[in-house]
């Protein structure tokens, strides 16, 4: 019955991932500085990241199925990752609480709108989150040396999963029954196929491809003009709640609250976990690790999708846990529809893709939802990006023929 009701979950995903994925590559400009990039690579041989320190996985796939068979066939990639990044979730899930609530949780994670916009355009975070989980998947069974490459992958879409790896490495090492010198070669295996793309890439452009750190006059509290602390603290909890949706921020809080309380009536900080204590530890390391990077860099808000798969994880250890994940399921579906604003926001400057907020006023209204927000968007995104960056030829999807 399991395996057939994720077969069936992840036939509808996808399909629906892919039919959305018919709007256009998407609306982020970093798509189309992608498919410049990946295919100046492919043609010249040379190299120059589509943003630092470069993204050396998804700027080559995207530029490949890009060129060769336009939007349709870079989103079905996507949406394909979206799809096995989902059922590797639901494998975790089962094996710690069952296939019901494995069913319930994949469905809520895989209907976030953040997630649905980076599984049906052509954007790396679903390359990164994909082979990071089935990392973890490999190693929850115990593959090590398996779970090395996958790993490495998600860090080759993005430099700020390596951590991530270590974390999960860490946590196999403290297991009671773990073999710790084969998980240190395997951790030092993964370590060196992470690093090798972004050595090469050292060695192509130099310290360029650290520009984003090294070359802005700034300090640690001040990013495009944002030198107060509390504009970081305002933009860092918008963005937080944008990423789940006003909706669903109550329905958090009480979860939150309920496990507070179980925890303090049993007086034990993990009541009836079925996970072992070092996994948990690590989820939330790595949930805490996702937040302070963006507390870094609050920016764009799907910089926050590595926490939502283990956020709903965690909530099958709430007490009525079935209610809860019906609730983030219910409220992501409502949320990428129709969206509650509680501030009416004001923006240094305006342009395609590149306001940027200054302050906000509360203001309550409803709007369009981000998956609403996002396909409206999708065509004149893609217009504007082609002429911008020059991508002409994607209009057919394929390159120009070059003169001889």
């Known amino acids: 019955m399991s395996r057939r009701s994720l077969l069936l979950l992840l ?4 399909a629906f991932y ?24 492919l043609r010249d041989g040379t190299y120059v990241p589509s943003r630092s320190p470069g993204y050396p996985l998804p700027e080559v796939v995207i530029a490949i199925t890009g060129y060769a068979g336009g939007f349709l066939l870079s989103n079905a990639v996507s949406a394909l990752l979206g799809g096995l990044a989902v059922a590797c979730f639901y494998l975790l899930a089962r094996d710690a609480f069952g296939s019901r609530a494995a069913l319930l949780s994949a469905a809520a994670a895989g209907l976030n709108p953040h997630w649905i916009v980076a599984s049906s355009s052509s954007m790396d975070y679903v390359y990164a989150l994909a082979f990071c989980l089935a990392g973890v998947l490999a190693l929850r069974h115990g593959r090590l040396y398996a779970a090395a490459p996958l790993l490495a992958m998600s860090v080759a879409s993005r430099l700020t999963y ?7 490495y860490a946590c196999m090492a403290f297991l009671p029954s773990a073999r710790r010198g084969h998980v240190l070669a395997a951790a030092l295996l993964f370590v060196a196929l992470a690093l090798a793309p972004y050595a090469a890439i050292y060695h192509a452009v130099g310290a360029s491809m650290i520009q984003v750190y090294t070359g802005q006059p700034i300090g640690f509290f001040s990013f495009e003009g944002y030198a107060h602390l509390s504009d970081y603290v305002g933009r860092f909890v918008f963005k937080n709640i944008s990423f789940w949706g006003a909706f669903l921020v109550p329905v958090l809080a009480a979860a939150g609250l309920a496990w507070w309380r179980r925890g303090r009536r049993r007086n034990v900080g993990l009541p009836g976990a079925p996970v072992p204590g070092i996994a948990l530890a690590g989820i939330w390391a790595a949930i805490v690790y996702t937040e ?7 920016l ?3 910089y926050l999708l590595p926490m939502l798969f283990p956020v709903v994880f965690l909530l099958n250890l709430v007490p009525r846990a079935r209610f809860f994940l019906a609730c983030v399921l219910v409220g992501h579906l409502v949320y990428g529809l129709v969206s509650l604003d509680l501030l009416k926001v004001r923006y240094l400057h305006t342009g395609f893709n590149g306001r940027v907020a200054a302050g906000a006023t509360f203001g309550p209204s409803f709007g369009p939802g981000v998956l609403i927000q996002d396909l409206s968007l999708r065509h004149e995104a893609e217009a504007y990006h082609v002429k911008r960056f020059g991508l002409s030829e994607l209009k057919r999807g394929l390159p120009e023929p070059k003169d001889e």
Request: proline residues 7%; aromatic residues 12%; hydrophobic residues 50%.
């Open 11 to 14: 036939l509808v995903l996808v």
């Open 18 to 41: 892919c039919a959305l994925g018919f709007t256009g590559f998407g609306t982020d400009n970093d798509t189309y500085e992608m498919l410049r990039r990946g295919h100046e690579l």
């Open 162 to 168: 390596l951590p991530l790896g270590v974390i999960a």
């Open 292 to 298: 302070a990077l963006f507390f870094r860099l609050p």
């Open 300 to 302: 764009e808000i799907p």
